[in-house]
């Protein structure tokens, strides 16, 4: 079966179940889950039912599309995303954003855990992504291109819109989040860095490290989807003062900034 077609059997299974607009969808990153209780009248539709969706490995992560009212609006949360160190293709990794667009989605919040590398940041911070580097090596967009979903060489200056940037960061002064921004780099894993890693990562110019959100991006914007990103900062990943790190770390500090992470993204979706 072509891509086009595995993402059409995928939308109408979908549709079938739900089939009125949807105004925007989430992405939602590790232990940042509890979104999902804000949203009414659900429709919750498991990974595992949908026609070429792949199963989600890593704990932590649910495997469901939620659909429902959130502050206003239709949204479709993703709770439980696919990670490239899984060891899906980066066609895999995207495939459910690719589904979204088909859906007639054109808003897409993406958020994620990171490590913080801007010395400023702190554990538990949030910060809005104004651009990223690709460090993961691959690139979902790599192979025939097809046209009917976006271009050959798709523009990447507005990766992250910049309306919906200015839009979050009224939201987070509103809300009295002190919100930090920077350049969101990803890598495969899923080892987390050495010292010396860090240390390049920092001096060309990233200032959280992570390793998902990236691939979606691309394909949201080679569909000329519109994209928000926000990271919660788990973990500071300085190369000069490095402490071992844990899994368990990463989800404790998001599940710590996930009342205030919660709160951004509600208030952003309101806003829209
Ligand atoms: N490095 C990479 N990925 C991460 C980190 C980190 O320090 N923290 C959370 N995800």
Excluded: W
């Excluded at 089939?19 to 925007?24: A, F, N, P, R």
């Excluded at 954003?97 to 010395?119: H, S, W």
């Excluded at 919660?232 to 404790?252: F, G, R």
Aim: hydrophobic letters at 40%.
């Amino acid at each position: 079966m072509s891509l086009i077609d595995k993402i059409k059997y995928a939308a109408d299974y979908i549709r079938n179940i739900y089939s009125g607009k949807i105004d925007v969808a989430v992405i939602l990153g590790s232990g940042l889950g509890s979104l999902v209780e804000y949203i009414d009248n659900k429709v919750v539709i498991k990974y595992s039912d949908i026609p070429n969706f792949p199963k989600s490995t890593v704990k932590g992560h649910a495997g469901e599309l939620i659909i429902g009212d959130l502050e206003g609006k239709k949204v479709l949360a993703m709770n439980g995303r696919f990670h490239y160190y899984e060891g899906y293709s980066m066609e895999t990794v995207t495939f459910p954003v690719r589904v979204m667009k088909f859906l007639g989605v054109e808003k897409l919040i993406v958020t994620n855990a990171a490590g913080g590398m801007n010395p400023e940041f702190e554990p538990a911070d949030l910060m809005i992504i104004t651009d990223h580097i690709n460090m993961i090596g691959d690139n979902p967009l790599i192979g025939p291109n097809y046209d009917e979903l976006g271009a050959r060489f798709p523009d990447m200056s507005n990766a992250y819109d910049k309306q919906l940037i200015e839009l979050a960061k009224n939201c987070a002064k509103r809300l009295d989040i002190d919100i930090k921004e920077g350049v969101y780099i990803p890598v495969s894993g899923p080892n987390y860095e050495t010292p010396a890693e860090l240390k390049m990562l920092r001096t060309i110019g990233g200032d959280a490290v992570g390793m998902s959100t990236v691939p979606e991006v691309i394909v949201a914007n080679h569909m000329s989807m519109k994209v928000l990103g926000v990271s919660c900062i788990t973990d500071m990943a300085l190369a000069d003062e490095l402490e071992p790190l844990e899994h368990s770390k990463v989800v404790e500090t998001a599940n710590r900034a996930q009342k205030k992470f919660v709160n951004l993204v509600k208030e952003v979706i309101k806003e829209l």
